[in-house]
């Protein structure tokens, strides 16, 4: 059985909701505190063993390669400063991990961004993380890790899930399971692309992780677009599930939704409280707020 090494980011999209911020600046680099989404993205797949992150970008992210690239200059002139440890924190991003970057030219979907990376994923089951999405497992497995573990048991595709309120399921792609979920996963049946709640075959939704086999690229090629006119990875998975067994995964972690303002708002407030060098400054702040309501 094939092992897996590479992970797919899409970052090409416009990311139009958090304009104005991001006319000039890319979505994924709006940095909760100070590190950018779509570096806990990275980390994430660098945690679960992935050795290469394929970045699927526009021309217009540029910025996402400079963030990503060595700046050793920069580094020098950090350790000049008495900076080490900044010096430092600048060069990991740009070792972590091998990164390779994609270019998507035309915005046709999630189906036609992941079928950019084609040549560069092979013949192999790689994994996908999506941007909008950001889990957290702390003192466990990452997400990709857990999705991993269950590709290398079985040899199957993963979908990562989990329940979201009804009044959401028209935003996610929603599973139908073949049985019930036992040992937190099932067969996947048929899977719908944000249908309407009284359609939904379930609440169990898509949350941004995927592991997939390289037979998805076929599929991909033969979806016509779908819901939106847009080509839907959604579509592709179902006809995969036809041919072989796709295992749909209800995951460990709290899942964050970046790609939303509030859902923004939730993970920095979280995540400074789980600082130490913000928790007492920001829980004080928060107090105060209450008391004064
Ligand atoms: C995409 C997928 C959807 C999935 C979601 C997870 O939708 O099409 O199936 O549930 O990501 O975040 P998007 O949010 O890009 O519209």
Redesign the pocket.
């Known amino acids: 059985m094939k092992q897996i090494k590479k992970a797919l980011i899409p970052a090409a999209g416009l990311g139009t909701r958090f304009l104005p911020a991001t006319k000039a600046l890319a979505k994924e680099m709006l940095p909760i505190i100070d590190i950018p989404t779509l570096q806990y993205q990275v980390k994430e797949a660098v945690d679960s063993g992935i050795e290469e992150i394929i970045l699927i970008i526009s021309e217009a992210k540029e910025d996402i390669k400079k963030h990503f690239a060595r700046n050793e200059e920069y580094e020098q002139y950090l350790i000049e400063k008495g900076k080490p440890e900044y010096a430092e924190c600048i060069k990991n991003i740009a070792t972590m991990a091998k990164i390779s970057y994609v270019y998507q030219y035309e915005q046709k979907g999630?189906g036609h961004a992941v079928l950019c990376a084609k040549e560069a994923v092979g013949d192999e089951p790689f994994v996908i993380i999506?941007g909008?999405?950001l889990i957290i497992n702390e003192n466990g497995l990452p997400v990709s890790k857990q999705m991993i573990d269950i590709y290398n048991e079985t040899g199957c595709s993963v979908i990562g899930c989990q329940q979201v309120a009804p009044e959401n399921v028209n935003?996610?792609?929603i599973m139908a399971l073949k049985g019930e979920l036992n040992n937190r996963r099932a067969i996947l049946k048929d899977m719908v692309?944000?249908p309407d709640l009284d359609k939904a075959p379930s609440r169990l939704?898509?949350?941004?992780r995927y592991l997939l086999t390289p037979g998805i690229f076929k599929e991909l090629e033969n979806t016509k677009p779908g819901k939106g006119g847009e080509i839907?990875?959604?579509d592709a998975i179902k006809s995969l599930a036809l041919k072989e067994d796709v295992i749909v995964y209800d995951f460990i972690g709290r899942r964050y939704?970046v790609?939303d303002k509030y859902g923004f708002v939730e993970a920095t407030i979280d995540f400074a409280l789980k600082r130490d060098d913000m928790k007492d400054k920001v829980l004080a702040h928060i107090k105060e707020l209450l008391e004064n309501k």
Do not use: R
């Not at 939704?205 to 941004?208: I, K, P, T, V």
């Open positions: 999630l999506l909008d999405d935003k996610y792609g692309e944000k939704a898509c949350l941004g839907q990875l959604t939704d790609g």
